[in-house]
């Protein structure tokens, strides 16, 4: 046994390693932003404007995503229909999808020449733009409000079916169902839903870059981008970085708190039949709002594989080394990512979380800073972009591998001390076998965040190579519209091939 | 690390050729398009150069020496081609560039001094032209002849970032020079008009030629680009009573290693091959007139009397105030 017990404190030590790690490369940064930043109340002044966008956009953002998820979660819940099941996946795709590329199809779309100008225009109506606040938020909605319908769409499950048969036995109608059944359920569940995307807006910056305008549309985010690439002014940058913390910080705090979990008390687990809303008009109602919301996510991506399809013979060859360069990336992080996220879900997982508060380019600015009196921060661009990825990754792929390593511990754990299964050993023939379902997922979410980021690269790139989507911004900012079609269709395909390579790589031949 | 690197210059092969001296000049993004200038100078310099001349876009010329103070003394740059007069104090200040120890003759109208003669010490000039807003005749038949008339009007414009884009910087230069104290309210009065600012000039048009605006801010030149290469005759430029002025210049960089060729460059830059390139490729006047005379159909340029500019040693002194009032109004 005592060989046990040393090996276990072995895979603790991992563990705190992993912590360690991680804690070093966000929290130093920080500290270098605390010594770096320009005197507060000086400058603040001059950013006020900054904040009350940035905050706006959010909580303006949050709402709108939130109310607008309601309706459709409720079609969702209570409708069903062939291809229901497509929908709900396809609802998961935004977070998988580089926004760069989501932000073209938008423009496609909704931009002054776009399908929906046009068909206003046709009906005599004034066009409107897609700069300034309202892209920007228009940009929010369509990434969050997805994420806001899987939410509530779980809660409205989790309301068992035989309220809802008690309900109609009482003869109630569909505003008493509301009422008892659906309002306390919400009440719960949207606090949280709120604030998980006004906490991810918040840290808004690709497309505050691509949709904002000027200096009535700029998040932190950006105004720390341009102190560093108009200005290159380090001190403003980190001002505005320790800004960016105070808020995304306090944000992400809150969101933990907020999310408080609800109590209905379990029922079977089948789907529900809703007898009060079975009547014709809130049937056409409940299908209107699932085929406008799915217009809203479909048509922008159509248009992107259309007008991508066009531009492919059109792109330079620097899209493809700039290709080469972002998957190189991609998998560089997606490693780093999951040998740190296995050894936080072991023992330290609420380190992994801190990549929540702290938003990239604060960690970027702070990585500046501590490289530019050493070495050239340009040359050391590539494991830097690599370890922010894989930093930003990180929350997600602990939240995914922790549960699932609890239970392997609760399940197999006494077993595996007995037997002196431990360290490497453990590692390899409990956990590895049993964690492959969820790591392949976690590896693949971690890969297509990394292959679609556009955030720390913008500061750190020098000009003669790129990532995919920062070489996709370039020729849009050339306005080579027909080759950045192209690159986006290109990253588009990249990052749903490596997601699914790696979720595909965790289910195959599973022998555990 | 250094393999990592290794990998990431191997795709993108950039570094490939060894053997002949490479002199890398940072540029804005529109120089290096394919219709820019930017492949036609490469071909003519690499005649007679035996080097490697690689052009590199950095986003739009304030952008550009935001990069250079960036990178340092660590630059990859030999040259520097696209900043402009209103920059020059700033960047000479920055203690990395070189004096050119040249006295060319110009034909750049010299607000400043004798016609014909340049003076700065570390910049050279290459083009210049006259900043205006340029429309759609077809969509805008009667558009504003004065900022007042603009401001009080419905049309949209697109202009540039003063902080990254020199012609955004001209825009806020020319308006503070126009308006003095004033000149905040006047952004005021066109905040409403304006549908976005955008980092450089090339998005600004792009969104202008997508019909995202009325009018975009460019030059007077502008539409004799449609007119020549395009045969459409649709586009004008608005004017005003007097135009903010815009001479564009490059400088050598101190660090240099190639500070030979970075001097031939610069002369070949004022020599006719170069020259006679510019017009119908960047659309602006050349710093001096080529051999062959001016393209047919270039309008002629504006009178010295419709010329604003600052001399550029005013400039430093006076940017963040009008930066702040800019950035004041158009926050609002």
Redesign the interface.
């Known amino acids: 046994m005592a060989r046990g017990a040393f090996a276990i404190t072995k895979g603790r030590f991992f563990g705190w390693v992993a912590a360690f790690v991680v804690a070093t490369l966000l929290l130093g940064p920080v500290v270098a932003v605390f010594v770096h930043a320009d005197s507060i109340n000086d400058e603040l002044t001059?950013e006020w404007?900054?904040v009350r966008?940035t905050l706006v956009q959010a909580i303006l953002s949050a709402f709108l995503s939130v109310a607008l998820a309601i309706p459709v979660a409720r079609a969702l819940a209570r409708r069903r229909f062939v291809g229901r099941g497509v929908l709900i996946t396809l609802l998961g795709a935004p977070f998988i999808l580089p926004v760069i590329v989501a932000v073209l199809g938008l423009l496609a779309v909704f931009?002054?020449?776009g399908v929906l100008n046009s068909a206003l225009g046709w009906a005599g109506v004034e066009p409107i733009?897609i700069?300034?606040l309202q892209g920007v938020v228009l940009a929010h909605v369509f990434f969050n409000l997805p994420l806001a319908t899987r939410i509530i769409l779980q809660g409205w499950q989790g309301i068992p079916g035989e309220r809802f048969r008690l309900a109609a036995s009482l003869d109630m109608a569909p505003r008493d169902v509301f009422r008892t059944l659906e309002w306390p359920m919400l009440w719960s569940v949207l606090p949280g839903a709120a604030m998980v995307i006004f906490a991810l807006c918040l840290s808004s910056f690709a497309v505050a870059l691509t949709l904002g305008?000027?200096?009535?549309?700029?998040t932190i985010e950006l105004a720390i981008y341009?102190a560093?690439?108009?200005?290159?002014d380090l001190g403003r940058a980190a001002m505005l970085a320790l800004l960016q913390l105070v808020l995304a910080g306090g944000a992400a705090a809150l969101a933990l708190w907020v999310a408080v979990p609800m109590g209905f008390g379990a029922g079977l687990d089948r789907v529900v039949r809703r007898w009060e809303s079975d009547g014709a008009t809130v049937r056409v109602l409940d299908g209107g709002v699932i085929v406008l919301a799915a217009l809203f996510l479909i048509l922008p991506l159509t248009m992107v594989v259309l007008s991508g399809l066009a531009g492919l013979a059109k792109m330079p060859a620097a899209v493809y080394?700039a290709a080469?360069?972002s998957v190189?990336i991609a998998l560089?992080s997606t490693c780093v990512t999951m040998v740190l996220a296995l050894g936080l879900a072991q023992r330290a997982e609420i380190w992994g979380y801190l990549g929540l508060a702290i938003s990239p380019m604060v960690v970027g600015t702070g990585l500046f800073l501590l490289i530019n009196p050493v070495a050239?921060p340009?040359?050391?661009a590539?494991?830097v972009i690599v370890m922010v990825n894989a930093l930003m990754a990180l929350p997600f792929s602990v939240r995914v591998l922790g549960p699932e390593l609890r239970a392997i511990e609760t399940d197999f754990g006494r077993l595996a001390d007995a037997l002196g299964m431990a360290g490497w050993a453990r590692m390899r023939w409990l956990y590895l076998p049993r964690l492959r379902r969820p790591m392949g997922f976690s590896a693949g979410l971690a890969a297509a965040l990394s292959m679609g980021d556009l955030g720390v690269v913008t500061l750190f790139a020098?000009?003669?190579?790129a990532t995919l989507p920062l070489q996709m911004y370039?020729l849009?900012?050339?306005?080579?519209?027909e080759a950045a079609a192209g690159a986006g269709l290109l990253l588009l395909a990249l990052s749903l091939l490596l997601f699914w390579f790696f979720d595909r790589g965790g289910r195959v031949d599973v022998d555990a | 690390m250094k393999h990592l690197l290794f990998a990431a210059g191997v795709l993108c092969a950039t570094e490939a050729v060894a053997e002949t001296p490479v002199l890398t000049v940072y540029t804005y993004d529109s120089f290096v398009s394919d219709w820019g200038p930017g492949p036609s100078v490469e071909k003519a310099f690499e005649e007679v150069c035996s080097c490697d001349l690689q052009f590199v876009g950095a986003g739009d010329g304030a952008a550009l020496l935001a990069r250079l103070k960036l990178e340092g003394a660590r630059t990859k740059a030999d040259v520097v081609l696209g900043l402009d007069t209103s920059l020059t104090a700033q960047a000479a200040e920055t203690g990395l560039f070189a004096e050119h120890g040249q006295s060319p003759v110009v034909d750049v109208p010299n607000p400043f001094g004798e016609p014909g003669t340049w003076s700065d010490q570390h910049f050279l000039p290459y083009d210049w032209g006259f900043l205006a807003f340029v429309h759609d005749k077809t969509k805008l038949a009667e558009p504003p002849k004065s900022f007042e008339e603009l401001a009080a009007s419905e049309t949209k414009i697109v202009i540039q970032d003063p902080r990254s884009s020199t012609p955004g910087l001209g825009l806020m230069l020319w308006v503070k020079a126009l308006y003095g104290d004033k000149a905040g309210d006047m952004w005021g009065a066109l905040a409403d008009n304006i549908v976005t600012v955008t980092p450089g000039w090339s998005e600004a048009y792009g969104l202008f030629l997508e019909g995202e605006a009325d009018m975009v801010l460019s030059y007077t030149t502008s539409p004799d680009y449609h007119r020549i290469a395009e045969e459409d005759d649709s586009k004008a430029a608005a004017l005003f009573d007097r135009h903010y002025m815009q001479i564009e210049v490059a400088g050598k960089l101190a660090g240099t290693d190639q500070p030979e060729l970075a001097d031939r460059f610069l002369q070949f830059m004022l020599s006719d091959a170069f020259q006679g390139i510019i017009p119908t490729t960047n659309w602006m006047y050349p710093a001096v007139t080529p051999s062959t005379g001016m393209p047919e159909g270039f309008a002629s340029p504006l009178g010295q009397e419709q010329a604003v500019l600052l001399p550029p040693e005013d400039v430093p002194g006076m940017r963040d105030q009008a930066l702040a009032e800019w950035r004041a109004a158009l926050s609002q």
């Not at chain 1, 560093?228 to 290159?232: L, N």
């Not at chain 1, 020098?462 to 190579?465: I, K, L, M, P, Y």
């Open positions: 001059g404007a900054t966008f931009g002054r020449g733009s700069y300034g305008g000027g200096p009535r549309a700029t341009q560093f690439r108009f200005d290159f080394s080469g360069v190189l560089m050239d340009m040359a050391l590539l494991p020098a000009t003669d190579w370039r849009m900012g050339a306005y080579r519209m």
